[in-house]
């Protein structure tokens, strides 16, 4: 019964490139605004990036110009694709609703390494 299923983290090198998928159910539907959220080994859970039902998106500075949020309304997914990643940027990566969360799913983990 789980409504976020996280999917396409892995180990990539700095420079590299990474697209994660979330995979919604349940009461998420297109009129929720989603966002990704990562969480660093020993830190807070933080909010990267989140997209509006009409589209809006909007990123963490951090992440601005890197990275790109979208969802396919049809498959009630969102993506979040990744590019010139950081060591910095290694964290277990979520995926939740903005303004009514739901309980987290089991994220995805991303490495990026040296």
């Known amino acids: 019964q789980a409504q976020l299923v996280e999917s396409g983290g892995g180990l990539v090198r700095p420079g590299g490139s990474l697209t994660l998928s979330c995979a919604t159910s349940?009461?998420?539907?297109?009129?929720?605004?989603m966002g990704w959220y990562r969480q660093p080994p020993g830190k807070e859970r933080e909010l990267v990036a989140s997209?509006?039902?009409?589209?809006?998106?909007r990123y963490r500075d951090s992440v601005k110009g890197r990275f790109t949020i979208s969802r396919d309304n049809v498959k009630n997914t969102v993506f979040l694709h990744m590019y010139s990643l950081n060591p910095e940027d290694t964290a277990v990566y979520y995926c939740?609703?903005?303004?009514?969360?739901?309980?987290w799913g089991q994220g995805t983990q991303v490495t990026v390494f040296s």
């Open positions: 939740n609703t903005i303004s009514r969360v739901r309980p």
């Open positions: 349940g009461s998420i539907t297109s009129i929720d605004a």
């Open positions: 997209i509006s039902s009409g589209g809006a998106t």
